[in-house]
C-alpha cells in the first residue's frame, strides 16, 4: 500500500512537471473543488424564481454575481450545482465504459476464438456506428433522466477502449515472458490476471480520464438538445435552456458564458491530464 | 545411460500467410528422431533459421507439433489432458535466449521465482516457499537475496537476469532442460559465468540439458553429445569429439573447419560454406543441402543428391550422418568416400581407403 502511495505521488509530480499536465491539474482541481464545496457555501433552489419582471434576465449584481435567468433564478448558484451533474455523468459513464472495454479488449485480445470474434465484430460494428447520433436515438427513446443518461453514454464509448486495451493484449500475449509462464504451467486466468492485466494497467488508467473527457461533452450535447434530466440540472441542460428561452437573441450572455466556459474547461482539464498520464505511463506509445 | 526424452518423427510446419492470399508452408522442423539420456548435455548446432528453438519449443509443448511424437519418461505427451500436462511442465523447463524479454517487467524478482511454486507447489507453506526462493537465489548467485528479491527486472544487468531466469527453471527441481541459446545476448565478459553457473547446476542437481547454440566450439567445450541441424532436419548426431574430430557430414565438416583450434590441425583445404541458406519456405529438394554442399560439388553434382533425401545412417557407435556420400571418419578429416557408394561412380578423385 505504501509504495503505491507513493507511485501516485510520483506519477502526480511528474504530471505536473508536464506544462500542459499541470495546466490541467490546475482545472480539474478547481472544477472539481467547486463542485464539491460549492454549492454548500452557495446553495441552488430551483424554485427560488423571480416575483418581479425585473428579476428576470437579470444583468450581474452585487446580489446575483452572474445575474439571473429566464424564470429569475440565480446563475451563479445553478452554475455550481450543474458542475456536480457535468461531473457526476461523466465519470459514472467512463466508469461504466471502462469496465466493459476493458474487459472485452482483455478477452478478445487474450483468447481466440468465436465468442472473441464476435466480440470484435460487435466492437468494430459500434466503431464504424456515429456515436453522437445513436446516444441521442438511444437517449430520446429510453428518455430524459440522469440514470438513463449515463447508462447510454457507457454502453456506447466502450468501443474505443476496448480497441486499444486489445491490441496492446495482443502484443504483451505474444512476449516471452507470457510464454515462459506458460511453460512453466500457468492457467490462461493466472496469466490474464497476474501477467496481462498489470501490463494493460497504465493504458487503462490514461485512458480513463480521456473518456471523462469525451462522456462530459456527449453528456453536454445531449442535454444541450434537450434530452438531460430537467430536474437534475448540468451545463448542458443549462445551454439547452438558455438558448430554448432566446437568451442567446436577448444579448443575455451571462447566461451563455458560465456553463459553455466551464463544459470546455472541464473537458480540456481531463483531455491535458489523460494526454500527459498517457505519456508518462505509455512512453512507447508516444512515438505513433 | 536411459533415455529421458524421445522424439520420433518431429515436424513443425508453420503456414505463412502472404498478403493477398496463398500461403507457403514453413518446415521449421521437418522430421526429426532423436533421444535425450538421462544427464546428459546434448547440444543442438545449426545456423540461424535452422530450426532449434522452434525444435526445442515443439519438445516442451510450447509449440504445437504438426506431427511426430514426444515420449517424455515413457509417457506420450500427445496423449495426457491438458490438465496432465500442466502438472508435467514442472518436468521440464526452458531458459531463453534473451532475458530481458524473459522476465515480466511487472513483477518483482521475488514474484518471479515465487510464481512457480504456488502453481506447482502449494503443498509447502508460505515460509517453505520463501525459503527457496531465496536460496535458488543464492544458488545462482544472486547475493544478497532480500535485496535481489526486492527489486524488479529493469534494475538488473543482463547476467543477474540470465541468472533469475536459470533459477525460475530451477526452483521446481525439473529433470529437463531446454536453454536455448542462453548466453548469446549477453556481455562477452559474464558469459563464462554463466555457463559456469549452468554446468555447476547440472552436475549437482542432476539436470539433463539440451543446449541449443549456433556455436559449434561453444557445443563442443560443454557437451557430451552434438546434434547438427540444417534446415529443420538433423544432419549429424553423435558424442562430442566424435562430431568434431570426425565429422561425416560435409555440413558439419564445414562447420568443423572454421573452428580455429581444430581447423587449423586438419590437412585438408577449409570448407566455406558458399551462398546463402535456403529459406525454410523453400527448402531444396533432394538433399536439402546440396545447394551450398562442396562434396557434391566435388563429386560432380551427383543426380542422388537432387533426387533423394539421405537418411540418418550410423558411422560408428552413436555416431549417425545424413550423407548419400559418407566421409570415411579420418583424424585428419581429409575427404574421404565410401567405397561401396561410389560403385556407380566415375573413378575416384581420391585415396578410397585414405590411409
Ligand atoms: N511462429 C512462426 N510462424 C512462422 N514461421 C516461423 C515461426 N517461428 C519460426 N518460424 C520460422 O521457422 C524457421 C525456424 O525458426 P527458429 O526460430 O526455430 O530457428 P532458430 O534455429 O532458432 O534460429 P535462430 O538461431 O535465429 O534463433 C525460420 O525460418 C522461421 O522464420
Ligand atoms: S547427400 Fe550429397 S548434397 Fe547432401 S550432404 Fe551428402 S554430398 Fe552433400
Ligand atoms: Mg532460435
Redesign the interface.
Known amino acids: 500500500m505504501n509504495a503505491r502511495g507513493e507511485r501516485l505521488a510520483e506519477i502526480f509530480s511528474r504530471i505536473w512537471a508536464d506544462s500542459f499536465g499541470r495546466a490541467g491539474l490546475v482545472l480539474l482541481t478547481l472544477i472539481i473543488g467547486i463542485s464539491i464545496l460549492g454549492p454548500i457555501i452557495f446553495p441552488f433552489d430551483p424554485r427560488e424564481v423571480a416575483t418581479s419582471a425585473s428579476k428576470i434576465f437579470a444583468p450581474p449584481t452585487a446580489q446575483h454575481w452572474l445575474g439571473t435567468d429566464e424564470m429569475g433564478r440565480d446563475i451563479f448558484r445553478s452554475t455550481l450545482a450543474g458542475a456536480r451533474i457535468s461531473l457526476l455523468v461523466g465519470i459514472t459513464a467512463s466508469a461504466i465504459s471502462i469496465v466493459i472495454g476493458a474487459f472485452v479488449g482483455l478477452f478478445s485480445g487474450y483468447y481466440h476464438g468465436l465468442f472473441s470474434n464476435l466480440l470484435m465484430r460487435v466492437t468494430d460494428f459500434f466503431l464504424a456506428l456515429p456515436v453522437t447520433p445513436l446516444i441521442i436515438v438511444l437517449a430520446s427513446v429510453f428518455g430524459q433522466n440522469l440514470l438513463i443518461t449515463i447508462m447510454v453514454i457507457g454502453m456506447t464509448s466502450w468501443p474505443s477502449t476496448a480497441r486499444i486495451v486489445r491490441s496492446l493484449v495482443l502484443s504483451i500475449r505474444a512476449r516471452q515472458f507470457v510464454e515462459r509462464v506458460r511453460a512453466i504451467g500457468a492457467s490462461d486466468a493466472r496469466i490474464l490476471c497476474v501477467h496481462i492485466l498489470p501490463n494493460v494497467m497504465p493504458l487503462i488508467y490514461a485512458n480513463t480520464v480521456l473518456v471523462i473527457a469525451g462522456s462530459v461533452l456527449a453528456e453536454a450535447t445531449l442535454a444541450f438538445l434537450g434530452l438531460g434530466d430537467p430536474v437534475r440540472v448540468s451545463w448542458g441542460t443549462m445551454l439547452h435552456y438558455a438558448f430554448v428561452s432566446g437568451a442567446a437573441g436577448r444579448g443575455v450572455w451571462w447566461y451563455l458564458l458560465p456553463p459553455g466556459i466551464g463544459i470546455v474547461l472541464l473537458v480540456l482539464g481531463f483531455t491535458l491530464v489523460g494526454n500527459t498520464l498517457d505519456k508518462i505511463l505509455n512512453p512507447r506509445l508516444r512515438e505513433f | 545411460m536411459a533415455d529421458l526424452m524421445t522424439i520420433d518423427e518431429l515436424s513443425v510446419h508453420y503456414e505463412r500467410r502472404r498478403m493477398g492470399g496463398c500461403g507457403r508452408k514453413v518446415r521449421a522442423v521437418d522430421g526429426v528422431s532423436l533421444s535425450i539420456r538421462r544427464g546428459e548435455i546434448l547440444s543442438v548446432v545449426g545456423e540461424s533459421g535452422c530450426g532449434k528453438t522452434t525444435m526445442g519449443k515443439a519438445i516442451?509443448n510450447?509449440t504445437r507439433a504438426t506431427s511426430g511424437r514426444i515420449i517424455y519418461d515413457g509417457i506420450d505427451l500427445a496423449k495426457i489432458s491438458g490438465a496432465e500436462l500442466?502438472?508435467m511442465?514442472?518436468k521440464f523447463?526452458?531458459i531463453?535466449q534473451?532475458p530481458y524479454?524473459?522476465?515480466?517487467?511487472?513483477?518483482s524478482i521475488y514474484d518471479t521465482l515465487l510464481?512457480?511454486l504456488l502453481?506447482?507447489r502449494r503443498d509447502l507453506s508460505s515460509v517453505q516457499k520463501r525459503d527457496l526462493v531465496m536460496s535458488h537465489l543464492e544458488a545462482v548467485g544472486l547475493r544478497p537475496a532480500e535485496m535481489i528479491a526486492a527489486r524488479y527486472p529493469h534494475h538488473l544487468s543482463g547476467g543477474q537476469r540470465q541468472r533469475v531466469?536459470i533459477a525460475?527453471a530451477i526452483i521446481?527441481e525439473p529433470d529437463f532442460i531446454v536453454a536455448d541459446e542462453p548466453v548469446s545476448m549477453l556481455d562477452v565478459s559474464v558469459r563464462s559465468e554463466i555457463l559456469k553457473l549452468m554446468l555447476d547446476l547440472q552436475k549437482d542437481k542432476d539436470l539433463t540439458y539440451m543446449f541449443i547454440t549456433h556455436d559449434l566450439s561453444l557445443a563442443w567445450m560443454i557437451s557430451h553429445r552434438i546434434a547438427v541441424f540444417y534446415l529443420g532436419r538433423m544432419v549429424e548426431i553423435g558424442g562430442t569429439e566424435e562430431v568434431v574430430h570426425r565429422s561425416t557430414h560435409p555440413y558439419t565438416n564445414a562447420l568443423v573447419s572454421v573452428i580455429p583450434t581444430v581447423g587449423k590441425k586438419m590437412r585438408g583445404e577449409r570448407h566455406i560454406l558458399a551462398g546463402e541458406t535456403p529459406s525454410a519456405s523453400e527448402i531444396p529438394g533432394g538433399c536439402r543441402f546440396h545447394t551450398r554442399c562442396w562434396l557434391y560439388h566435388d563429386e560432380g553434382e551427383p543426380e542422388i543428391c537432387r533426387n533423394s533425401e539421405p537418411e540418418l545412417a550410423e558411422v560408428a557407435d552413436g555416431h549417425m550422418a545424413a550423407c548419400h556420400f559418407k566421409l570415411i571418419p579420418s583424424r585428419d578429416q581429409q575427404a574421404v568416400f565410401d567405397v561401396a557408394e561410389r560403385l556407380s561412380k566415375p573413378a575416384p578423385t581420391l585415396n578410397p581407403l585414405g590411409l
Open positions: 516442451l510450447i500442466r502438472a511442465r514442472r523447463q526452458m531463453y534473451d524479454e524473459s522476465l515480466d517487467p511487472r513483477q510464481e512457480p502453481i506447482h531466469a525460475a521446481l
